[in-house]
């Protein structure tokens, strides 16, 4: 059964900081895995999603790298700025057709 | 024009009651889903549709009962509801296959509280 682990639950920055959001699973047979952000009383929105052959993915201050023998994923946030406040959650797929398992997330303070 | 709609987006009743939530997507997509957000923040997949048919279903009471009436429309119905379906309830899509991404869509959730 996988499970997926984000340490710490909670973290708090100050402005201008790089962030580094960590996520652990424990089978590394994945199909991909996909970080979301969550605001408070907000869906999720989809920031990157990293397919099984890739090692990362960009899209802007956001970097995501995959590290499937070892089961990590890294979402590393340049510049922190007091709008990347959130919880950050990263899912992972087994296979095509699966359910996503999601881990706790991580709540994200950028302080000004 | 948004991608993942849910409606309604507060839900406050009271135990024993019946309620829906309806969920639509405009995105093409031929697999639909809903998730569980408890109190703690950790969302678990309740059920997910690919093209109208049922192919995941998590171990959820069977007072909870999804519909899909068309690709785009996913439907949840809940009777007899209990104080510990107080949660926020998520809608998400995606294509499956070649022809998408895989990339998970959420809607923007249905909060319900049963008093």
């Known amino acids: 059964k996988q499970e997926v682990t984000q340490i710490p639950a909670a973290l708090s920055v100050p402005e201008g900081e790089n962030l580094v959001l960590n996520c652990s699973f424990t089978d590394s047979a994945i199909y991909n895995l996909q970080w979301f952000r969550q605001d408070p009383g907000k869906g999720l929105t989809s920031l990157l999603l990293i397919q099984s052959s890739q090692r990362e993915q960009t899209s802007g201050r956001l970097n995501a790298s995959l590290d499937k023998s070892s089961g990590r994923s890294t979402l590393y946030i340049a510049a922190s700025q007091p709008g990347d406040s959130a919880t950050y959650l990263c899912?992972?797929?087994?296979?095509?057709?699966?359910?996503?398992?999601f881990g706790g997330g991580t709540r994200v303070l950028v302080k000004p | 024009d948004t991608a993942v709609s849910q409606t309604p987006k507060y839900l406050v009743t009271q135990m024993g009651n019946d309620k829906s939530i309806k969920c639509e997507q405009n995105l093409g997509h031929d697999t639909m889903y809903w998730y569980k957000q408890d109190s703690k923040k950790f969302l678990k997949i309740m059920f997910s549709?690919?093209?109208?048919?049922?192919?995941i279903n998590e171990t959820v009471p069977n007072r909870f009962s999804p519909k899909s009436p068309d690709k785009a429309h996913l439907n949840l119905h809940i009777n007899s509801l209990e104080l510990g379906d107080s949660a926020v309830y998520f809608c998400?899509?995606?294509?499956?296959?070649?022809?998408?991404?895989?990339?998970?869509?959420f809607g923007e959730g249905s909060r319900l509280t049963v008093l």
């Open positions: 549709y690919n093209n109208k048919e049922l192919i």
């Open positions: 998400a899509s995606r294509q499956v296959g070649t022809s998408g991404t895989g990339e998970l869509f």
């Open positions: 899912a992972v797929r087994r296979a095509a057709g699966n359910k996503l398992t």
